[in-house]
């Protein structure tokens, strides 16, 4: 689908900001005086541009937030579509009640002993394979991701890593290292790390029609490590998201990690699962995006992060008595100031409350299905829409130019995102040609939300296509 230039004008008729005055509290109205230009000017002044904003050249000041919903200074309310991190939804009040009763009481390190603590463990416990069962707790995914690394390393004695192209593993510099979605535009790859294909059964090597994805893209993974071998090096360790998210929201075919993991065991590494931004009911059908390859497929060791939290920095790994018992004899602690403070125990246990209460993994299934199926309606209706893939709420949209060659529609997708904003919609996109539209909302996402999102998008969409035939009609003409 070509003519950027021709579709990109702004769209008529988006609503005005609706009024969410009524009902909240004094503080709340009177939370941020400063105007949006004025707090955009400090921003520049005080802050690093490499810190960057979302809708740059027409930022939101969000001041508020509730459920599924972001409200600016305005008063404007927005349908938050990409959020994962507020799991359970904005200010979620058992959540802060929690946070909030914790405080008054007690938070220090976990050198004392503290219920908290080993009551999340315990929770967390119930929700994982039992051979998953020893547990650190620190501040964020990326210190969660560096501390698998470490712990694969010394468990095996090994130092390279096989990771997936586009990956995106975290910010500390071990983790950039892992990462081609950051190496390839630092200081590149490094020796000891090894990439294997990313499993899209849209645009990668083996496609839908392919009779057995799964073992083709493993056995990708295989060539990698014998090549790795072949000169010299040891695998430590196979990092992976669960459901790929940078990459472009891909859901790799069933049976692909357990193939992948035999590969890597007998190299003698482990597998290394981040369900940092799918894991705790995301995906509907299970409470783990790895338990979507099969019941018998045990990670080595799991990351978590972002939404374990709902906001508040917390972050786990677990993994398995043998992995923990390797690196507990190196007789060296392991201590994270703030990993597994009461109050941040206290709010991982209130999240795994409120999935359980409001059985947020299953209405997950239930939205992200009939999402899923609104959004395969404008499929047939919009050709720009190449793909719908995902599970749960994790949904991928990957807009392309042309069917035949599936060019992502990268300036399109742009274009899309910047006229639902205006409509009071907040999506983003993701992938190597930063052409899929990413939908990972906060999980009391409801029917109506689905509804309505779709309904902009296709009101967008169908513009789009009439100011394309607009200007292919006005050139015929000149």
Known sequence: ???????????????????????????????????KAATLALRRRLLSNSCRLFFPEDPIKIVRGQGQYMYDEQGAEYIDCINNVAHVGHCHPLVVRAAHEQNQVLNTNSRYLHDNIVDYAQRLSETLPEKLCVFYFLNSGSEANDLALRLARQYTGHWDVVVLDHAYHGHLSSLIDISPYKFRDLDGQKEWVHVAPLPDT???????????????????????????????????????????????????????????????????????????????????????????????????????????????????????????????????????????????????????????????QAHAACVGSFLMELLGQQKAKHPILGDIRGVGLFIGVDLIKDEATRMPATEEADYVVSRLKENYILLSTDGPGRNVLKFKPPMCFSLDNARHVVAKLDAILTDMEEKVRSCETLRLHS
């Open 202 to 360: 849209y645009r990668g090597p083996y496609r839908e029609d392919h009779p057995n994805p799964a073992v083709a893209y493993a056995s990708e993974v295989k060539r990698v490590v014998s090549s790795a071998q072949e000169k010299g090096r040891k695998i430590a360790a196979f990092f992976a998201e669960s459901l790929p998210s940078v990459g472009g929201q891909i859901i790799p075919p069933a049976g692909y990690f357990p193939e992948v993991a035999g590969h890597i065991r007998r190299a003698g590494g482990v597998f290394v699962a981040d369900e940092i931004q799918v894991g705790f009911g995301r995906v509907g059908k299970h409470f783990w995006a790895f338990q979507l390859q099969g019941e018998d497929f045990v990670p080595d060791i799991v990351t978590m992060g972002k939404s374990i939290g709902n906001g508040h920095p917390v972050a786990c790994v677990a993994t398995t008595q043998a992995v923990a018992r390797a690196f507990e004899a190196t007789g060296v602690e392991y201590f994270n100031t703030f990993g597994g403070s009461p109050v941040s125990c206290a709010v991982g246990l209130a999240v795994l409350d409120v999935l359980e209460k409001e059985q947020l």
């Open 1 to 35: 689908m070509g003519g950027a230039r021709c579709w990109g004008v702004a769209l008529g008729g988006a609503r005005a900001p609706p009024s969410v005055s009524e009902g909240l509290p004094a503080s709340a109205m009177a939370a941020d005086q400063r105007g």
